[in-house]
């Protein structure tokens, strides 16, 4: 969780553009992982690395 990193994976074929709120990550097609260093959840929002996805975390 807070500090914590994350995997991200979204189908940009599939998945707009889309905020992650409240835990709905199954309703945008979005599967989370705990640990990996693929992205760093700083700030309280992250980013895949081909900008598809926008995380905004609301577990401050």
Same mark, same amino acid.
């Given at each position: 969780? #807070?500090? #914590?990193?994350?995997?991200?994976?979204?189908?940009? =074929? %599939?998945? @707009? @553009?889309?905020?992650?709120? /409240?835990?709905?990550? =199954?309703? %945008? #097609? %979005? =599967?989370?992982?705990? !640990?990996?260093?693929? !992205?760093?959840?700083?700030?309280? /929002?992250?980013?895949?690395?081909?900008? =598809?996805? !926008?995380?905004?975390?609301?577990?401050?």
């Amino acid at each position: 969780m #807070g500090g #914590g990193r994350l995997k991200i994976w979204a189908d940009t =074929a %599939v998945v @707009p @553009p889309v905020t992650w709120i /409240s835990g709905k990550a =199954a309703e %945008v #097609g %979005v =599967a989370i992982e705990d !640990v990996d260093d693929f !992205v760093k959840c700083n700030s309280g /929002s992250i980013r895949d690395r081909s900008n =598809a996805l !926008v995380i905004a975390s609301s577990n401050k």
